[in-house]
């Protein structure tokens, strides 16, 4: 069984501060993966993806992978009430097929104003 | 933008009632997904569809079957409605597996 792993929170982070956000898989055959925002009642929209070691910057947003240690951050910069949500990691693997794109159960952010 | 759009957004039934919630992509992906969301256990996908006519199980098929006759659409079935399907279902596209999936808005289904 492919495992993604989150905090489930609540994590609270003050208004201007930078958030972080950590998610670990199990398995190392995993190729790409995916930060979404979900509010509440709402379907998850994409934030950022990525695919190779190291960070990518997008705005406010980085997402920071280490796949010798299998894990990948998600940090906000800024943080804004608006980003109060919760954040999905989901990841794609290699083979496809049903088990292609699984998530974990989310961390749920708090700004505080 | 690709649009992926559920028929329903919240839709009431009675158990036992054989219940259609459709969804329709407007991108051409040839990956197409439906997910159930409850509180406390994720996101779990139910079933995924990889082209016209072609299917897979996911974690948690019992009790749906799902139907693709054409690329751009994607139904889950609920063939007996039961209690404990009520639940958020969530259907999403994408057009490679490896790549991101985009979510239509969601249908909050409760059976009564």
Same mark, same amino acid.
């Given at each position: 069984q492919k495992e993604v792993e989150q905090n489930s929170g609540p994590l609270s982070v003050p208004e201007g501060a930078i958030a972080s956000l950590n998610c670990t898989y199990s398995?190392?055959? /995993?190729q790409s993966f995916f930060w979404y925002r979900q509010y509440s009642g709402k /379907?998850?929209?994409?934030i950022m993806f990525i695919y190779s070691n190291g960070d990518k910057e997008d705005g406010r947003f980085t997402a920071q992978l280490n796949k010798a240690s299998q894990y990948v951050s998600l940090l906000i910069r800024d943080s804004q009430p608006s980003d109060s949500a919760t954040?999905?990691?989901a990841l794609t693997y290699s083979g496809g097929g049903a088990d292609g794109l699984t998530f974990g159960k989310g961390t749920h952010l708090i700004i505080q104003p | 933008d690709v649009k992926v759009t559920q028929s329903s957004r919240y839709l009431v039934k009675r158990t036992g009632e054989?219940?259609?919630l459709e969804c329709v992509q407007d991108m051409d992906h040839e990956n197409m997904f439906w997910y159930r969301q409850d509180p406390g256990l994720g996101l779990?996908?139910?079933?995924?569809?990889?082209?016209?006519k072609m299917k897979e199980k996911g974690d948690i098929p019992e009790g749906y079957s799902v139907s693709r006759e054409k690329k751009e659409r994607f139904s889950l079935i609920l063939e007996s409605a039961s209690t404990n399907q009520t639940s958020m279902?969530?259907?999403a596209s994408s057009l490679r597996v490896a790549l991101e999936?985009?979510?239509?808005q969601g249908t909050r289904l409760t059976v009564v």
């Open positions: 398995d190392r055959g /995993s /379907s998850p929209e994409l954040y999905l990691c | 054989k219940v259609f779990r996908l139910i079933y995924f569809s990889y082209d016209v279902y969530l259907c999936a985009f979510f239509g």
